[in-house]
Nanobody
Framework: QVRLVESGGGLVQPGGSLRLSCAAS????????MNWYRQAPGKEREFVAT???????NYADSVKGRFTISRDNAKNTVYLQMNSLKPEDTAVYYC???????????????WGQGTQVTVSS
């Protein structure tokens, strides 16, 4: 069974930084794209950042220049370094990944449980 577990959320003041982690565990053969999404109260879930297995990255315009996504393939972990945080970054942050477990011939999408990030003074 494959699981994604996020950590690193919390309360931070505007202008501060946080680093989120998302670790994949279980019977994993290969991982392709790993992504971060977020969902603010009363809003739809939105894309934040993505990284491919080869390390290419892409970001939502709202976080470009402030957030950095990275991954450690040896640890099956993706990170989101968030700098210059703003109150509008407040949301539950979710990671997802396209993972091929051992015994399957295809990739499936897995989601973490989410971690709360609150930016407030």
């Amino acid at each position: 069974q494959v699981r994604l577990v996020e950590s690193g959320g919390g309360l931070v003041q505007p202008g501060g930084s946080l680093r989120l982690s998302c670790a994949a565990s279980g019977s994993i053969f290969r991982i392709n794209d790993m992504n971060w999404y977020r969902q603010a109260p009363g809003k739809e879930r939105e894309f934040v950042a993505t990284t491919t297995a080869g390390g290419s990255t892409n970001y939502a315009d709202s976080v470009k220049g402030r957030f950095t996504i990275s991954r450690d393939n040896a640890k099956n972990t993706v990170y989101l370094q968030m700098n210059s945080l703003k109150p509008e970054d407040t949301a539950v942050y979710y990671c997802d990944a396209f993972i091929r477990p051992y015994g399957l011939s295809y990739f499936a999408q897995y989601w973490g449980q989410g971690t709360q990030v609150t930016v407030s003074s």
